[in-house]
């Protein structure tokens, strides 16, 4: 079994639509990261949580830290969010970062 | 700027030859790390530093050293490349602190 769970894993949405991706995870954790990955490849980081909620423009991240989740949400999408996003965790003195699989967003004009 | 640099961003090379892929950082962060990414797989570790000359293993680090002589350098090198190691690459850090990620924009190595 997968530390990191991700879901759904591909998803295809209209522009304008609502979005959300879900992260569970199975060990404990200091911080949770949502990171974007364009086609090009190159890889943002978006969030950094370790408890409840933050918002960076149309982005929003929360977490759980007791059901061990955290929902990544999209207000408003566009094309332009078309991308592959991966939630990863953080054990803190392990050093060691633990990354879902990714789920491929896809959003139609 | 503050960022991650890594070079090549594309490498195509044979079986058995010595390669060292370079990874750099401006900001003085203290942790550094290696991830290679394939499909199907996601991204998985493959070695990590804490600080300078202390490093550890990740997930998959057979057939990979790194070395950490100095902060802002941490170099991934294969001493003898084999076709399963075709794979895209990202250098990334951190400081301990506050955990935000930097990525190097990726290395895409193949090889023959």
């Known amino acids: 079994k997968n530390e990191v769970e991700q879901s759904p894993q591909n998803l295809t949405a209209q522009e304008g639509e609502f979005i959300t991706i879900n992260c569970s995870y199975s060990v404990g954790i200091s911080a949770l990261h949502w990171l974007q990955q364009h086609p090009g490849g190159g890889i943002v980081s978006l969030f950094m949580?370790?408890?409840g909620k933050k918002k960076h423009g149309r982005l929003i991240a929360t977490i759980n830290i007791q059901e061990k989740h955290s929902s990544l949400h999209i207000t408003a999408s566009h094309p332009r969010d078309s991308a592959v996003y991966i939630c990863?965790?953080?054990?803190?003195?392990?050093?060691?970062?633990?990354f879902g699989k990714g789920t491929k967003l896809s959003v139609k004009p | 700027e503050a960022q991650v640099t890594q070079n090549p961003r594309y490498l195509i090379t044979v079986t058995g030859k010595k390669l060292t892929v370079t990874c750099s950082q401006n900001m003085n962060h203290e942790y550094m790390s290696w991830y290679r990414q394939d499909p199907g797989l996601g991204l998985r570790q493959i070695y990590y530093s804490m600080n300078v000359e202390v490093t550890d293993k990740g997930d998959v680090p057979e057939g990979y050293k790194v070395s950490r002589k100095e902060k802002r350098n941490f170099p991934l090198i294969l001493e003898s490349p084999s076709p399963n190691q075709t794979s895209l690459y990202f250098c990334?850090?951190?400081?301990?602190?506050?955990?935000?990620?930097?990525f190097g924009s990726g290395t895409r190595l193949t090889v023959v």
């Open positions: 990334a850090s951190t400081t301990a602190t506050n955990y935000g990620y930097t």
């Open positions: 949580l370790s408890s």
């Open positions: 990863a965790v953080w054990g803190g003195s392990q050093g060691n970062l633990i």
